[in-house]
Each structure stands twice: as C-alpha cells, then as structure tokens.
C-alpha cells in the first residue's frame, strides 16, 4: 500500500473505546498537547486528555487519561509533583526558561553556596507565587501566553502554593552557574517562576536551562513509557495488545476510600440516587469523595459522603 493510501486508512480508522491511563515520559521539544494527540494516535483512541501541562522544553511523568479515565482528570491536576530542574544563574529570560528572550545578565560568578542555600530555605512551606506571563492560565477565554507574545502585560493575582522539599544536589560555578535542584511542590506550581524569583532574590537573575518531572500524584518515572516505544508498539502489535500498557481508570485516585455496595444498591447509585450506608465503616467528614465497586470489583464511579452517612454519585462510569 502507497504511503498516501496508508495515510488515508489512518484518517478514516474508526477510533476504538479504550480506558484507562498511560504514562507517558514526554519528550523535550514537544508541546504537552501534541503528545497527547501521537499517543491518542497510537491507542485509536475515541477521547484522551492530559493532566497538567509539561512545557515544551520539559521532560518527564505526564499522566494521559483515555475514555472513562478523563472524567477523573481532574484528581490528577490537583496531585502534588515532583521535578529536578536545572537553575542556570546570571541570566534571566523572559518566559523564565531557556526557550525565551534574553532580558538581563547580572554577575553571579561570585555567589556563595551558603547564600544560595538560604535564599532557597526561604521558599519552604506555604507561599504566594505569582504565576509567569508565559502560562496557559487564560484571562478573557485567552491564554496569557498568547497575550505575552504580543508584548501585552497584564496583572496576576498571586496564588498560595506548597512547598514541601526544595533540595539542592549540586552547585556548579562557571561563567554560567548552575544549580540542580530536586522539588516537591503542590498543584499550581511555576519551577519557572521559582528559578525566576531565586534570581531575584540573589540579584543576578536566573532562569530553567532543564527541567523533569519524575513524579505526577502516584505516578512515577518508573511507570512512565517513552512516545517512541508506544509508537513502536502500535505499529507491530496487535492494538488490543497496547491496553496491557495502561493502569486502571481509578488508578490516579487510590488514595480515596474504598466502598462496596450490593445488586440493589448500585441499581439505586447508578440511577443516581443517594446511598444510605448505615454498617459504613469510613466516618468521614461531609464532602470525603470514595471510590463505590460492585459485589464484583468492577468500578463504578466516585461518590461523595453526605452528613447523615449516604452517598451521592458524583461522577459515574458509562456503561
């Protein structure tokens, strides 16, 4: 078959139910979109959505959720993250990374690991950080990026984040120092923004020349698959065969309790009726989201406790 014709196929295969999550390592120079459309591409999948955003010149864990999983996408983006990052000082750009414009060089050559090591200490815990013009954050139905590369430059409020590790691994000085960093940080969170705001701190601007996120929520860079081995996969095998590579659709909300209801209940559930569970044995707090099974471990959807001990769905899978 001619290279036209199997492109045609391509564009005409009808697109298959597949569930579940991939875990993608994404490559540098690709936006977080365009590897979302390869591995929906490989997976002939009908629906497919992301995560949470890498930039382009980012690698690492980006969670992709097919079919039933999007409905539970949301969990994810608010999951903790996890990076190592590279902090080149002395120069700040204006996206905050190595993809932008050169804005200022500031003289870092004479900085101190002591000093940078309590700048850093600074920024543990609970603080405000305002998010970068480059961003996908939209004001208007238009994302800031795209106001940005007009040179328009509006006001952000800021936003509190969470700071939970800020780890520096090394300290490299040169005529550009580097500082490789290890974080852990809250939904929300700019390593742009951090690296810009670190070279505030010490006077000589910085900006990320490299950054990897090795963990997304529960997921790791051990789970992650690269784009070029699933495309590969796809190619050779069978495309049934592909969906032993995903986890399960709840897999990114483990973390919520487990309930199991009977025939007659799930019947009632699933019509979207509140669940009175007088035995339950989780005593959360109105608004604790659970995950509801069936007498047969099927997952059924996820479900939010009400103050006289019910249920209510609160998002179910299609059946």
């Known amino acids: 078959m001619k290279k036209e014709d199997l492109s045609l196929v391509n564009a005409h295969r009808r697109r298959r139910k597949v569930n579940g999550i991939f875990i993608l390592s994404k490559p ?34 980006l969670p992709i959720c097919l079919g039933e999983a999007t409905k539970y996408s949301q969990y994810l983006l608010n999951a903790d993250k996890r990076y190592r990052s590279t902090f080149s000082l002395g120069i700040k750009t204006d996206t905050g990374d190595s993809d932008g414009n050169v804005i200022s060089v500031g003289n870092a050559r004479d900085l101190d690991l002591k000093d940078i090591q309590q700048a850093v200490d600074g920024f543990l815990g609970q603080v405000r950080q305002i ?44 005529s550009i120092p580097t500082l ?27 900006h990320v020349s490299s950054l990897d996120r090795y963990s997304a929520g529960p997921f790791h860079e051990r789970d992650a698959i690269s784009l070029s081995d699933l495309e590969k996969k796809s190619e050779s095998e069978n495309r049934g065969s592909l969906n032993a590579l995903l986890h399960s659709v709840d897999a990114g909300i483990l973390d919520f309790p487990k ?47 009400t103050s006289d001990n019910s249920i209510k769905p609160k998002r179910l899978i299609a059946n």
């Not at 970068?132 to 208007?140: D, G, H, N, T």
């Open 131 to 174: 998010p970068p013009m480059y961003s996908a954050i939209k004001r208007q139905g238009k994302p800031l990026y795209k106001l940005a590369r007009q040179g328009i430059n509006i006001e952000r409020e800021a936003r509190i984040i969470q700071i939970y590790k800020y780890q520096i691994l090394n300290f490299t000085k040169s």
């Open 259 to 305: 309930i199991n209801l009977d025939a007659l209940q799930i019947r009632a559930f699933t019509y979207g009726q509140s669940v009175l569970l007088p035995n339950c044995f989780i005593t959360g707090q109105e608004a604790d989201i659970v995950r509801v099974f069936d007498h047969n471990q099927n997952f059924i959807g996820v479900a939010q406790i």
């Open 180 to 206: 490789d960093v290890d974080i852990s940080c809250s939904k929300g969170t700019y390593i742009r923004a951090l690296a810009d705001e670190l070279g505030s701190m010490l006077g000589c601007g910085a």
């Open 28 to 61: 540098a120079g690709m936006s977080s979109n365009q590897a979302l459309q390869r591995v929906k591409r490989a997976f002939d999948a009908e629906k497919a959505g992301h995560t949470g955003s890498l930039d382009p010149m980012a690698t690492g864990v």
